[in-house]
Structures are given as C-alpha cells and as structure tokens.
C-alpha cells in the first residue's frame, strides 16, 4: 500500500516556475515507477511525465519536453515536477501516481494540487 500527497501548486503568473512534491509513505516507495498527471477543467486526465524506479529513466508528454522535469528522492520517499516557462494552458490539477511494470500500471493517487497559471 503506497499513499501520495502532491503540495506544491498555487497561481502563478505566466512564465514563472513551480515544483510540485509528491510525499509518499510506505517501505516499498524506492520500488514503484512514479507518474505525473493533470487534468483541466472539462477535460480529460493528461500525462504528464514519469520516472523509473531508480530514476534512472524518464518520460514526458512531447509538448512538455524542455519545460517540466521530474525526478526523485528515494531516501526521503518524494517525487518532484519542476515546471519552468509556465503558460495559462498549464493550468490543471495535476495528480502524481504509483505503479508497478513496464509501463506501469498505477494502482496509488494522490489527492491531486491545483496549478492555475495566470495571463
């Protein structure tokens, strides 16, 4: 059993930066694949990026490629998304995730922040 709590959201302004957190308890956290996803309003759940387990591999959604990086920190059980260049389009609840396989299929979610990116 993996539990996720994104923090990190809020407004900000177009062209800024935020890092998301995603704090996750439970032992077996350094074995899952971690996945970030947002959803805007009236549409649907967007990928956004994720990592391997040992960080050793990354992915991103094309149209974030350059902007958005996410990474880890197994020793304290958290998963980052640094999102640089920000643009109203970003704005979304944005959600982090636990799976296992290859790709992973997440079984954990978290509770989700909002992102709201001002003009």
């Known amino acids: 059993q993996v539990q996720l709590v994104e923090s990190g959201g809020g407004l900000v302004q177009a062209g800024g930066s935020l890092r998301l957190s995603c704090a996750a308890s439970?032992?077996?956290?350094?074995?899952?694949?971690m996945g970030w996803f947002r959803q805007a309003p009236r549409k649907e759940l967007e990928f956004v990026a994720r990592?391997?387990?040992?960080?050793?591999?990354?992915d991103y959604a094309d149209s974030l490629k350059g902007r958005f990086t996410i990474s880890r920190d197994n020793a304290n059980n958290t998963v980052y998304l640094q999102m640089n260049s920000l643009k109203p389009e970003d704005t979304a609840v944005y959600y982090c995730?636990?799976?296992?396989?290859?790709?992973?299929?997440?079984?954990?979610w978290g509770q989700g922040t909002q992102v709201t990116v001002s003009s």
């Open positions: 439970g032992r077996t956290f350094s074995t899952y694949a």
């Open positions: 990592i391997s387990w040992n960080g050793g591999i990354t």
């Open positions: 995730a636990a799976g296992l396989g290859s790709p992973p299929q997440y079984d954990y």
